[in-house]
């Protein structure tokens, strides 16, 4: 009797096993397919070209803002830091532009602008640095950017703020600083190029260059209204030194810089958007002896979106 009923048991165990072995390897084969996409994935390379060409009577949104402060860090007697703020401003534009001519590598040559919004702030004070539906011309050469409306240039002053927003867009330059030489995945990364970023500098800061250093990262692919677009950083450190006037001798400089890059995977397309910031700080001799080393510490930031 009790042999009977232990024959019984195993026999009714037995399919129970099998159905629970069964899901086991089902589960473990689930798991080795998501391993093998994901792995799939990451793998996947692409011919990353960021230098697009604007093409004419393309029409935009431009946003753009820029930051720019000045600071003093003097260092104290008990191994603290007295940071003393020089100057701030900080200007934000929204305008439609339309491109009327190209270069032979597709950066914009001339474009008009209509401004939607555009004011500046400095030292807390808000003010409009043009009226909305104002118009103007943009052309730009190696000489820098001319503003003209009704062909009459605008002023200076004007002229030095919206250069810090309204650029040449399009065209080889960022491409031949920051394309990858073989097609890339998400997290790759690779050298700049130095000539290329060396030349993208204003003369004075190209002139005095000791020594510079940067490197490029694919840092992910984002979905921007609907567009799969690849986000790439480059961060670059450079020194020199730059006399600041007659009075003051810079001992030692150090420039950063730091470039974000978002273009969609379809290279037909133009760049969406691009995040600059950048950082020069400069250790000053000090006035006196035995005075404190003072250092100061210029930044500038950056932010373009474009919207076609």
Not at 6 to 11: A, D, E, I, V, Y
Not at 49 to 54: F, P, Q, T
Not at 136 to 150: Q, R, V
Not at 272 to 301: C, D, G, Q, R
């Amino acid at each position: 009797m009790e042999q009977h009923v232990s024959l019984t048991l195993n026999h009714t165990l037995l399919p129970m096993q099998k159905l629970k072995i069964r899901c086991v390897q089902l589960c473990v084969c689930c798991i080795v397919l998501l391993i093998a996409q994901s792995a799939i994935l990451i793998a996947q390379t692409y011919n990353l070209k960021l230098g697009r060409s604007i093409k004419i009577q393309d029409s935009y949104l431009l946003r753009g803002s820029a930051q720019r402060s000045t600071r003093l860090i003097v260092p104290r007697t008990n191994g603290t830091k007295q940071i003393i703020p020089q100057a701030s401003s900080m200007i934000q534009l929204q305008a439609n532009c339309k491109v009327v001519a190209v270069t032979v590598d597709g950066q914009e040559a001339m474009k008009t602008v209509t401004i939607r919004s555009a004011n500046m702030v400095r030292e807390s004070e808000n003010s409009d640095l043009l009226p909305t539906g104002f118009d103007f011309t943009a052309t730009f050469s190696d000489e820098g950017p001319k503003f003209e409306h009704d062909g009459k240039p605008l002023a200076d002053s004007i002229v030095q703020e919206l250069a810090l927003v309204v650029r040449g867009e399009g065209g080889s330059k960022i491409g031949l600083i920051m394309n990858p030489s073989k097609p890339v995945a998400v997290g790759d990364t690779w050298p700049m190029n130095k000539a290329a970023f060396i030349k993208s500098l204003d003369a004075d800061t190209r002139r005095n260059i000791k020594k510079v250093k940067g490197t490029v990262t694919f840092e992910r692919i984002d979905t921007i209204r609907g567009t799969p677009a690849a986000v790439i950083v480059l961060e670059a450190t450079a020194t020199n030194v730059i006399p600041i006037n007659k009075h003051v001798k810079v001992v030692s400089s150090t420039f950063q810089s730091r470039i974000e890059v978002t273009v969609p995977l379809d290279e037909r397309y133009p760049e969406l958007h691009t995040h600059s910031a950048s950082v020069w700080s400069a250790t000053l001799e000090p006035p006196e002896k035995n005075s404190s080393t003072v250092v100061m510490e210029f930044e500038h930031s950056d932010d373009i979106s474009f919207y076609r």
